[in-house]
C-alpha cells in the first residue's frame, strides 16, 4: 500500500502549501478532486487555523493536511489545535519538527517535511517521519541548490522513507517521471496557482500564464536566502543590485513588503510573485478538479506510450 493510500487519497497529488494563498477554498478543492490540500497555517492565529480547519471541512469531508512554517513565532499556539483535529499529514519547512515530531505523529498525523539535501534527508529520517517532500530547486519560493532530478535520486539512494518530488512538476509525464526515479507522488505549487479557486489577483495569475521557459528569476542567493520568483522589472532591478554587491540589507528592506503587494491587485508590479519553473508549461487557469483529472489522464497516456515502446 502506498503513502496515498494510507491516507485515503486517491491521487499522488499534493498541493503545496503557499504562504497566504493556501487557503480554505484551495484546500478543500484539492482534496475533493483526489489529491491532498494544504493548508498554510503561515500568519495564522490559533483561533484562525481553527476557523480555517473548519471551513475545510464544511466543503470536503476528504483528507488534507496542514503546513507549520517552523520560522513562525507561535508554533506552540497552533500544536494544541493540530493534536486535536483529524488531520491527515502536517508538513513542515523551514526548520526541524524535532521537537514535537513524536507528539504530533501519537495524535495519529502523519509527519511530512520538506527538505532540499540528504542531509536534510537523514536528519529528518532519524526522527522516524512517515514521508519526505524532496524539493529541488526548480521550485517557487525558497529553494536550495540541488535541482530535482538529482536530489531525488540521492534521497532515494540513504533511505526507504517514501518520497514526493517537488520543484517543476505540472503535467501528467513529470509524475511519471518522479514514480520512474523512487518517489510515490508529486507536489505541485505553480499549477494550482493557476486555478479557478487560487486567491490570487488576475495579475498574477495572467503573469504565470505568460511566462516562458526563461520566466522565472532568483534572487537572494549571495546571502543564502534564494527565492524564485517569476521574472518582473521590480526583481531585475533587485537582482542587478544584488550582483552589484549592494548592501544586503538594504536589498532586502525593498523585498520585505513585496510578497504582500503580489496579493494586492493595486500593487501587483511592485510585488514578488513567486512560482516555479513549471510556469513555463502552464498555459490555462481551469478548476482544480479539471487539473488534476488532467494530469492523471496525461500520465496513464504517458505509461502507456512507454509500453508500446
Known amino acids: ?164 518530488a517537488a520543484g517543476g512538476f505540472a503535467t501528467g509525464a513529470s509524475l511519471l517521471a518522479a514514480q520512474a526515479l523512487g518517489a510515490c507522488g508529486i507536489q505541485m505549487g505553480t499549477r494550482f496557482l493557476a486555478s479557478e479557486e487560487c486567491p490570487i489577483p488576475d495579475a498574477y495569475k495572467a503573469a504565470i500564464l505568460a511566462a516562458d521557459d526563461q520566466g522565472t528569476i532568483v534572487t537572494g542567493q549571495s546571502w543564502g536566502q534564494a527565492v524564485r520568483s517569476l521574472k518582473t522589472p521590480f526583481l531585475e532591478d533587485i537582482l542587478a543590485a544584488e550582483l552589484k554587491g549592494q548592501d544586503p540589507a538594504k536589498i532586502q528592506a525593498a523585498l520585505k513588503q513585496s510578497y504582500q503587494k503580489t496579493l494586492n491587485d493595486d500593487s501587483f508590479d511592485q510585488g514578488s510573485p513567486m512560482a516555479g519553473e513549471s510556469a513555463g508549461a502552464i498555459h490555462d487557469i481551469r478548476p482544480v478538479q479539471e487539473i488534476i483529472d488532467q494530469i492523471i489522464e496525461e500520465a496513464q497516456t504517458a505509461r502507456q506510450q512507454l509500453c508500446q515502446d
Open 1 to 164: 500500500m502506498t503513502f496515498f493510500q494510507e491516507i485515503g487519497v486517491n491521487y499522488p497529488i499534493i498541493q503545496g502549501a503557499m504562504a497566504r494563498i493556501s487557503k480554505s477554498q484551495l484546500v478543500a478543492a484539492v482534496s475533493q478532486a483526489g489529491g491532498l490540500g494544504i493548508l498554510s497555517s503561515y500568519g495564522l492565529s490559533a483561533d484562525e487555523l481553527k476557523t480555517s480547519l473548519d471551513e475545510i471541512r464544511q466543503q470536503t469531508d476528504r483528507p488534507f493536511g496542514v503546513n507549520l512554517m517552523l520560522q513562525q513565532d507561535n508554533i506552540s499556539d497552533l500544536l494544541p489545535i493540530l493534536y486535536q483535529e483529524d488531520i491527515a499529514v502536517v508538513t513542515t519547512g523551514a526548520g526541524t519538527p524535532k521537537a514535537f515530531a513524536e507528539d504530533l505523529r501519537a495524535s495519529g498525523t502523519r509527519l511530512v517535511p520538506v527538505i532540499a539535501s540528504v542531509k536534510h534527508a537523514q536528519k529528518m529520517g532519524k526522527l522516524g517521519v512517515d514521508a519526505l517532500i524532496v524539493e529541488g530547486r526548480e521550485a517557487g519560493g525558497h529553494i536550495g541548490q540541488s535541482s530535482t532530478l538529482p536530489l531525488l535520486q540521492a534521497v532515494r539512494q540513504v533511505t526507504q522513507v517514501p518520497l514526493i
